[in-house]
């Protein structure tokens, strides 16, 4: 069995590591910086900055992972693949700093990377479910990949509504598509159910 020694700065604990630095701390912590304040939005910029780690304006799945260990999560390769996938709104495999701050800002936001056994099941298979109707794999469907999902959906009973008001229902962005995100989100609030 190897030994595992901590080190405890105090400098390091009163202003939080440098940039690239890890907090080691076995403590875990969910700091909450809701509210609409200025002091809470440079906190939260600050985060966001420190665990952007190459600069690019965007959270990678790497520096995610990092993010929640340092915090005391530790997420597993699978847990991490679903929890971006409900991060990443637009679905570019990244976390942007506005998906970022929806997510930061809940001071539930590390009990929303835990779901439920059967929960994480459906997303899971929803996920299988979802690609098999986005042929270009672009992160969402549009009107045309929609019809064949919708003709899927009825034949399953999972909508009993017309297409048209099935896409207006999941689509909560109104932009005309469905993104895996909202079609999750549709399943996750019991108006449907991935077969």
């Known amino acids: 069995m190897q030994n595992l020694t901590l080190k405890f700065n105090p400098k390091e604990h009163a202003s939080g590591p440098a940039r690239g630095e890890t907090n080691r701390s076995p403590v875990r912590t969910s700091p909450s910086y809701s509210g609409n304040n200025a002091s809470a939005n ?4 600050a985060m966001f900055n420190k665990y952007d780690i190459d600069g690019s304006g965007a959270i990678s799945t790497k520096e995610f992972r990092k993010l929640c260990y340092d915090l005391g999560y530790y997420l597993s390769d699978l847990e991490l693949e679903m929890d971006l996938k409900l991060l990443d709104a637009n679905g570019d495999g990244e976390i942007s700093y506005s998906e970022f701050i929806k997510w930061w800002k809940n001071d539930k936001r590390f009990e929303m990377l835990q779901m439920p056994p059967q929960e ?3 997303v899971q298979q929803s996920s299988s479910y979802f690609q098999k109707f986005d042929k270009d794999n672009s992160g969402s469907i549009d009107a045309r990949e929609f019809k064949e999902l919708y ?3 009825a034949k399953h009973n999972l909508t009993t509504k017309s297409v048209t008001a ?3 229902e999941i689509d909560s962005s ?6 895996f995100n909202e079609y999750i989100a549709w399943l996750l609030q019991g108006k449907g159910a991935a077969k």
Do not use: A, P
Request: proline share 0%.
């Open 151 to 153: 003709n899927d959906l």
């Open 174 to 179: 109104k932009d005309g598509k469905i993104s």
């Open 120 to 122: 994480f099941v459906t």
């Open 166 to 168: 099935t896409l207006r």
């Open 42 to 45: 440079s906190t939260t910029q």
